[in-house]
């Protein structure tokens, strides 16, 4: 125990008699430890993001899409290639009771991008066309006034819902009720067939504000009735997306199991791999996102610690020219009755310390990176949270000791092995 004491006490003043060799030379190992750190520390946050991101929406939601996907990729619509395999037909079946029990709310959507004009004021947003069930499956609350019902849905009035950013824009002395604002459509917009130039429609109410979720702003967008957005401004007779919203959540998959089959018997389809079209759960969304996010901070924890190998050899390197520089010194030890595991010892706890004081040192540079990060991404409005898991820093830990190991113990093993006569010798 005194050898061992007596040997740590040697390799620390060795060490810190060239304290600008080695710092330099555990840089390596500091940028690889925190490099690690600070990619499964915003893995994490991502994650939190996601999960918070999509759960605004609701924990008994499904969403309906057209166009064929696989168990573990999203649907073209997604990307937003224009897929005409969902009806109104359809969606009218699903909110039939008797085939959709537990189906509390549906409503479909189509949506563009569009500019609302106002006087003078105008702002390029997006309108969402939809039922008047969207604030029962959205959870949707006013801010002022009411939204459309669905009797007027249907019988297509020209009635405006106002996002909170929208509303503060064009109306900044918040006298929006009653007041007529107009949509244009961009006339290069892809979704619409023809040009309809200006529409009015009169102002009936405010959404409170929402902030951001599923990765949009809620507040940045005008709600008109379905039909109106799909046939008068788009021009389409199909529908781009739809949600219901489920009793329970307990019930979501046995929902999802009489979707499926009434779409299946509305567009004669006998075989799965024949659906044109997709039904998904949150939890589904939830775990397709994070397997993305799962995936991307193994392949950049895998490129930060090739860092770590550059700064283990980097180690051995050095490892090496310090055997060079003390080759008397080693000499002069066994000289005086020092062992071959002596000397072993003493350069490879060197390497180990080295090593090691990187690891700390990176681990608290991480987590202070990782902080700051997170306090931007907070700044920013974002739901990012400040993750450091306790597995990476005894990861990182672990990593220093066997990077300091492995890259040590060649320059060890071969200062143990100098004759001490020609180590004396060498000048």
């Known amino acids: 125990m005194h050898n061992f004491l007596s040997e740590i006490k040697t390799t620390i003043k060795n060490l810190l008699s060239r304290k600008?060799?080695?710092f330099l030379t555990?840089?390596?190992?500091?940028?690889?430890?925190?490099?690690v750190i600070i990619i499964i520390s915003l893995g994490a946050g991502a994650q939190s993001l996601v999960v918070g991101q999509v759960t605004k929406l609701g924990t008994n939601l499904i969403g309906i899409l057209p166009g064929k996907s696989n168990e573990n990729g999203p649907p073209a619509a997604v990307f937003g290639i224009q897929i005409k395999t969902l009806s109104s037909r359809?969606?009218?079946?699903?909110?039939?009771?008797?085939?959709?029990?537990?189906a509390v709310a549906v409503a479909s959507f189509v949506n563009s991008n569009a500019t609302i004009i106002s006087g003078r004021e105008s702002i390029d947003t997006k309108f969402v066309a939809t039922d008047g069930t969207y604030p029962q499956v959205q959870n949707m609350e006013m801010e002022k006034g009411q939204f459309f019902t669905e009797e007027e849905a249907n019988a297509s009035d020209n009635v405006i819902v106002l996002g909170y950013d929208v509303a503060v824009h064009l109306f900044p002395n918040g006298n929006e009720l009653g007041q007529i604002v107009k949509i244009k459509i961009p006339n290069n917009?892809?979704?619409?067939?023809?040009?309809?130039?200006?529409?009015?429609?009169?102002?009936?109410?405010?959404?409170?504000?929402?902030?951001?979720?599923?990765?949009?702003?809620?507040?940045?967008?005008?709600?008109?009735?379905?039909?109106?957005?799909?046939?008068?401004?788009?021009?389409?007779?199909?529908?781009?997306?739809?949600r219901v919203k489920v009793d329970d959540a307990i019930n979501v998959k046995i929902t999802i199991e009489d979707i499926t089959r009434v779409l299946r018997e509305q567009h004669g389809i006998n075989n799965k791999?024949?659906?044109?079209?997709?039904?998904?759960?949150?939890?589904?969304?939830?775990?397709?996102?994070?397997?993305?996010?799962?995936?991307?901070?193994?392949?950049?924890?895998?490129?930060?610690g090739i860092s770590l190998v550059v700064g283990g050899i980097g180690i051995m390197n050095i490892m090496l020219v310090t055997v060079s520089e003390r080759t008397r010194e080693i000499g002069l030890r066994k000289a005086i009755g020092a062992t071959r595991k002596n000397i072993r010892n003493q350069f490879l706890f060197e390497a180990i310390v080295l090593t090691l004081s990187g690891?700390?040192?990176?681990?608290?540079?991480?987590?202070?990176?990782?902080?700051?990060?997170?306090?931007?991404?907070?700044?920013?409005?974002?739901?990012?949270?400040?993750?450091?898991?306790?597995?990476?820093?005894?990861?990182?830990?672990?990593?220093?000791?066997?990077?300091?190991?492995?890259?040590?113990?060649?320059?060890?093993?071969?200062?143990?092995?100098?004759?001490?006569?020609?180590?004396?010798?060498?000048?």
């Not at 555990?26 to 490099?35: K, T």
């Not at 039904?279 to 895998?302: G, M, P, Q």
């Not at 990182?396 to 093993?413: D, K, R």
């Open 189 to 242: 917009n892809p979704s619409i067939t023809k040009d309809v130039g200006s529409i009015p429609f009169r102002v009936i109410g405010v959404q409170k504000k929402m902030g951001t979720a599923a990765f949009q702003n809620q507040d940045d967008q005008v709600f008109i009735p379905f039909l109106i957005g799909q046939r008068q401004l788009l021009g389409i007779d199909y529908i781009q997306s739809a």
């Open 26 to 35: 555990i840089l390596g190992i500091i940028i690889g430890v925190a490099g």
């Open 273 to 304: 791999e024949d659906d044109d079209f997709s039904v998904r759960d949150l939890a589904d969304a939830i775990k397709l996102l994070t397997s993305i996010t799962d995936t991307l901070s193994i392949f950049l924890s895998l490129m930060a």
């Open 90 to 102: 359809d969606i009218n079946m699903i909110k039939d009771k008797g085939n959709i029990p537990h």
């Open 359 to 427: 690891g700390v040192v990176g681990i608290i540079l991480g987590v202070f990176i990782s902080y700051l990060i997170a306090i931007g991404a907070r700044l920013a409005g974002y739901d990012w949270a400040f993750i450091v898991s306790p597995i990476a820093i005894i990861l990182a830990v672990f990593v220093s000791i066997i990077t300091g190991i492995i890259f040590g113990l060649y320059p060890a093993i071969k200062a143990a092995k100098l004759d001490p006569i020609v180590a004396l010798r060498y000048e």
């Open 20 to 22: 600008g060799r080695s």
